[in-house]
């Protein structure tokens, strides 16, 4: 699908400057996050700078899983009687998509996809739709998932982890529909091909002068490790590199395409 909308800035968990007290002020609230929600509220919040925005959409494969894994785990050991709500609560998918919309007093579109591997192109096909109809000015898009010891371990004995590293991460992106000086690039398309593609195929298809696939190295191979490598590919534009193509095939399923071009 060919579309046309601008990242205006983005922010990832790796590379946060902001000090978590001044992002989320109250300490109670701080506390009660588990590692991966503060891992995507902080990334976003960061990303948002204080901005206002219209809609929220979030992307993840995995969810929370630390807090799946302690709820369940509490209803066995305590045969389904004095439960806590915490861990429950912050199970559910959409628990980042939620906190932030709270911390920045959003009352706009709040979705989360989580279409396994082509979660965050789903998400990201979603917030320019919204922008392209006119529903939106401003929206705020993101992935998150984290890794855990038995999900990684169950995923090693399925012998999926044989040439990859197994990873975790958050990225946020603020997308807007008019260019403006801060503009970083111009989403040009987000496409899901039926065939697979190699680097030289993508380059000619989609007109890219750089290819980014999979890119584990600096990642970590996980469900939205996607939005991470679009990062890297926005960071390489500019002099030569125009267009930039990020190919997405995560556990070897059939690819998806994000392009994007200097603004």
Partial sequence: MKTCCYIERFATHDA????????????????????????GVLTALECLQGERIDAIVTATGFGCLADSEKFLRN??????????????????????????????GCRGSNTTFTHRGRSFESALLEASML??????????????????????????RMGLWRGREDG?????????????SESRACLTAIDFPD????????????VADRVLCDDYALTGCYPTASART????????GGSVRRVAVCNSY?????????????
């Fill in 251 to 263: 556990l070897d399923n059939r690819p998806s395409i994000i392009v994007v071009a200097c603004p």
């Fill in 230 to 237: 679009l990062v890297h590919g926005i960071e390489a534009l």
């Fill in 75 to 104: 209803l066995l050991e305590r045969d389904e009687e004095l439960l806590t709500p915490t861990p429950f609560i912050q199970s559910t998918f959409n628990t980042i998509g939620a906190q932030v919309a709270f911390l920045c």
């Fill in 195 to 206: 065939e697979p593609l190699d680097k030289e195929q993508i380059a000619v298809r989609y």
């Fill in 16 to 39: 946060l400057t902001a000090d978590p007290k001044k992002l989320v002020p109250d300490p109670m609230l701080r506390r009660r996050m588990s590692r991966v929600v503060k891992m």
């Fill in 131 to 156: 922008l392209a109809e006119g529903s939106a000015r401003r929206v705020l898009v993101g992935a998150a998932d984290e890794r855990t010891p038995s999900q990684h371990r169950v995923m090693e």
């Fill in 168 to 180: 975790e991460g958050a990225t946020f992106l603020l997308l807007s529909r008019v260019p403006s």
